[in-house]
């Protein structure tokens, strides 16, 4: 058997992605022929069937779905391998894709792009912002190099680096302020009373672990798709939430008539880098990590 076409993989990955041959042509910028082409050529040369076809339908054989899960590992490694091309070795240039949640990004960014720019000058960085759940998946598919997360987190097949922690901050309508007790219990706020983002974001789950929120009747369903919309909740008098500091470090609050509290029991999340397992760029992430850590409320003083 030859060695398969690293651009035959890419494109079997993305078929199976789109689950599409026309949308799959078209993020690929092929035609449809030339990929499926491919697909067809990547089967002759395996010797074995990827794709079970009927009519204008398709769907992956089983051995057609181990193969992607590999064909994916394999691109990333390679993307790996031209980075270190391209940096002619050098670890601390080349271009590094950043992944941001968006719980983070709009409060560190500018200043993440500031510090690598200072402290890396020959580092060209590129940051997207995205859920957990498609960071990671662009992360395993070799689209981005490292994520910037709320941890813990389960991220299969990387690793990850604790930077610090983000603790959590109870906010409330200073109207609403007299209501709590200087030492407030949930469990005597109103019912549904406590806005939480919604579940896509991974901040909702860390602060039902982190403040004892499972389960309880005072969450309320209805659900905000970001921090600044949950402030507005909040001013409107409607109830209550909880705020990461480095959100109101940022200024989150401003304008507004909101205050913020510390959370019962000193909730908090951790912040951390994650990467893929076998990656060539360790050193620059553990570089990156030390410096980001800087930009956390609570750093890790061990890295």
């Not at 992607?68 to 031209?82: F, G, I, N, P, Y």
């Not at 500091?245 to 940022?250: S, T, V």
């Amino acid at each position: 058997m030859r060695f398969p076409n690293l651009k035959h993989l890419h494109y079997l990955t993305v078929l199976h992605k789109e689950q599409h041959f026309a949308k799959a042509a078209q993020k690929c910028n092929v035609s449809q022929s030339t990929l499926s082409t491919a697909i067809q050529n990547l089967e002759e040369n395996i010797g074995k069937q990827l794709l079970e076809r009927e009519h204008k339908t398709f769907v992956f054989t089983d051995f057609g779905e181990g193969l992607v899960e590999r064909s994916k590992q394999l691109l990333a490694h390679s993307q790996d391998w031209t980075n270190y091309a391209e940096s002619s070795g050098d670890w601390q240039s080349g271009v590094l894709k950043l992944g941001v949640i968006p719980t983070i990004a709009p409060f560190m960014f500018e200043s993440v792009i500031n510090l690598i720019h200072k402290e890396l000058p020959s580092l060209h960085l590129q940051m997207v912002e995205d859920t957990t759940d498609n960071l990671l998946a662009r992360l395993s598919e070799g689209e981005v190099d490292l994520l910037l997360l709320a941890l813990p987190m389960k991220t299969p097949g990387c690793k990850q680096l604790v930077l610090g922690r983000d603790p959590f901050h109870f906010v409330s309508h200073k109207s609403r302020a007299s209501e709590l007790a200087k030492t407030f219990n949930i469990d005597n706020l109103p019912n549904d009373s406590i806005f939480l983002l919604q579940k896509e974001h991974c901040l909702t789950e860390h602060a039902v672990s982190a403040c004892g929120l499972a389960h309880k009747a005072q969450v309320s369903s209805l659900t905000a798709s970001s921090l600044h919309t949950l402030v507005a909740l909040v001013n409107s008098k409607m109830g209550f939430s909880f705020m990461p500091e480095m959100a109101l470090d940022k200024g989150v609050l401003n304008g507004t008539d909101v205050i913020a509290m510390p959370a019962e029991h000193d909730a908090y999340r951790e912040v951390g880098l994650v990467w893929r397992i076998g990656t060539t760029r360790i050193q620059l992430f553990r570089k990156v990590g030390t410096m980001l850590a800087e930009l956390l409320p609570q750093p890790r003083k061990d890295l």
